[in-house]
């Protein structure tokens, strides 16, 4: 005797004729043809009258959320051993199928091992018989009595587009055994769209009507595609690598020493792609070679690669907890975005100490302001490396024997000597 | 810290520790959807876990994350508020099939789009209320590069050991600001496990003996039937209307967190048996609090500190703390203090006061003038 899928397949639990019925027959027939076991089977149902079989299902369920049975079934599919001999069919309604499409695409997209039902009664049963995106023209439902709709959503080519392996249409009244068979031996993604009726709601909102004859009207066709390359093809590889992301490379020993005893903060205000965030670094690099704490914190506008770029690099004896700086004792500003951004720290009464560049205009402030022509000297995109060069050399809060041996390990260090900063120190 | 000749100090960011102690303690799969500021979260994501994904969507992240975990491999995601609202409904439906996974929720500042660069500490009510009936997701805070990693590791061993999503809260400066640390802070790590079912009784999959935890299989096995379900059900996992059996499934979600409310609670503290002024701080504005108080003792000023760890559920333990002073100062980067609210309620109360800010860090200084009111 062929094993059973269902605890009773003359039991189930929608209302008489209804559609559903007929698929949850066809499904365990097709699956006994195959000869799978009832283990052998994740079933994943959506939110809507087919989902609530689970519990007449012998083999795996999984019941989640309106719409996202296809997207969960996905994980599964993505995340089962790859010689597992596990087959994953999602029940999905029209409705599931409208409020959750993306996942349909993305899961024929990725070639998710699935076969996909949809049962598609051309409404919302569940909830009282609504128009989804798969009601077709001509086709009442209790809210939509003489409204003719904007016409059913083909999914079978939005899935094809997609790249689905597998698809068909088919109709859902009668013995489709076969047909379903035919879709669960596909390797991949399938997707199989059952044309079927909702007894209480769809017949009720358009007495006398035969299902042959809507799907005719309406042009619905019955269809199969497949898609030759997919169906060969391996599932993408999603492993990914296993080295630690803490290693010994990530170490600056201290080398040299300092003399810096309070905790001194620096901003470096400038403009995206000048090099703004790489001179805060190699500040930050050089205070570490000296056995200093260090703090660097980068703030840019959404679109990284225009308007300002600023860093604020806070160096200390002790450790450091707070990591803002809003009065820094150090602006190093080097374009016209960076002194934009800045202002509110040149104009707050305090008393920073700013390296301007010399094209810029001065403004009123408590800071003392020493201008210096760096752009020009040394170029846009040098200028903020040259500023932290300058800083480090009249406030002396690190060693000259460290910078340098910090600018050795700068990415710069191979194309430009780094005497193109040291000339410009004196 | 002091640096020795034996210190190993490199320059990193919060997000590089979190990775690694996630991987380290046993998750295996990333699901990202980008967002700053998470970004740097995906990134050393993409280098280090086992199985990288690359969502669509959030809903779609969840959804992935929820198929991996039902195979038992602990799936982590990392996203902004815009990307959690996305999720929430999806956040529902893992509490309640009892899936465990890490979401790590990097603020920023809203509402909506808001500004992605900008920090913020405003989603705590988000958090809180994420779960329709007000059951609670283990939320852990981090609050300095130590957390970075010890308490990622505990979200991930929280996960699995009592099957639940858990929220590694944090926001922009924790997971992006590069900072010196000493690598030999680093405590080993060891990896989680899921405890299996082994009975040969037919599996019902929400059973639990005293624990409240139900012992998991994997969906891939052939011996035992295995259901995961979000709606209302019964220990066999069967949808069911109220009935008590299917009711008591569902407040024993609430039960089984109370139950290991000790397992759940990490917080630091320092008393002071004469202070009469307690300062709670949790997430990056504990280090601008940790500065504040270091800054009044040199002063000689009295005053506590308790770092909130664990957010939610909101542990006893904190009320315990807070008796014993007559002035509290919850400080947190939003407009009128959510976790003080949540905390202490909304009601007038002259003994809770707050420091706030929205756009911008709060500064020390801020804290140590409202303690000082108040000493
Ligand atoms: C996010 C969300 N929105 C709405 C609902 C309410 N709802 C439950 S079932 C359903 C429609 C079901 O229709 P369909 O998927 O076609 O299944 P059928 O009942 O027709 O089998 C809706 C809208 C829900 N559960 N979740
Ligand atoms: S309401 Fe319609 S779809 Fe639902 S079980 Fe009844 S006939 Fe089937
Ligand atoms: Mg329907």
Redesign the interface.
Known sequence: MSKQFLTDSKALPFCKGCGHTGVAQNTERALQQLGYDPLDVIFVTDIGCHGIIDKNLVSHTVHGLHGRSVAIAGGIAAGLPKDSNKKVIVFIGDGGATIGMQHLMIAAHHNFSMTVIVHNNMLYGMTGGQPSEFTPEGFNTPTTPHRSSAGAIDICKVAEAAGAAYVSRIFGIGNFTAELAEAFSQPGFSLVEVMELCTSYGLKSNPGMKLKNLIEEAEIEFIKYTNETKKSSELPDYEGHRLSLITDQLVIPQEYTADSTHKISILLAGSAGEGTQSAAEFLARTAMLSGLHVTRKSHVPVTVGVGFSASEVIISKEPIYYTGSSKPDYILITSKDGLEYAMPRLTNGYKSIVYMDATLQTPETASEIHIIPMREKVGARNAALLSVFKLVTDSRMLSMESMISAYSQHKLAAKLPIDTFLDQLT | ?T?T?T??????DGS??I??ALVQTGAE???GYPI?PANLLYS?A????????AA??E??AL?????????G?L?VTATAFPGYALMV??IN?ALM?ELPMVVILAQRLGPATG???AGAQGDLNLVHGTVSGGFQIPTFCIS?LDDCWSLSAKAVETAMQLRTPVVLLTSK?MV?????YD?NR?TPLKKSTLKHYTGTEPYKPYHTDESLIPEFLP?????????????THNKA???QNTTPEALDNTKRLKDKLDLHADFLLHYHYEEDNHAKVLVISFD?TA??A??AV?ILRQQGTKVAHLIAKTLFPIPQKYYEISALYSHIIVAEENLDGQYRRLLFGSAPNTNVSGVNAIG??I??DEIIEEVKKHE
């Open positions: 810290m640096h000749t210190s190993r100090t490199a320059f990193i590089r520790l990775v690694e799969v990333f699901v700053t050393y993409n280098r280090r876990f086992p199985t990288m994904m669509p969507d809903i779609t959804q992935w994350m929820s198929g991996f975990a039902t195979l491999k799936p409904e999806s439906m099939m500004t992605a660069t300095n400066e992006m600001t590069q900072m010196s690598l680093l969906i891939s096995q052939s011996t035992h039937q295995v259901r995961f379900t979000a709606s996992g069967i949808l990056q280090q601008a940790r500065e270091a911008r860090m500064h020390p």
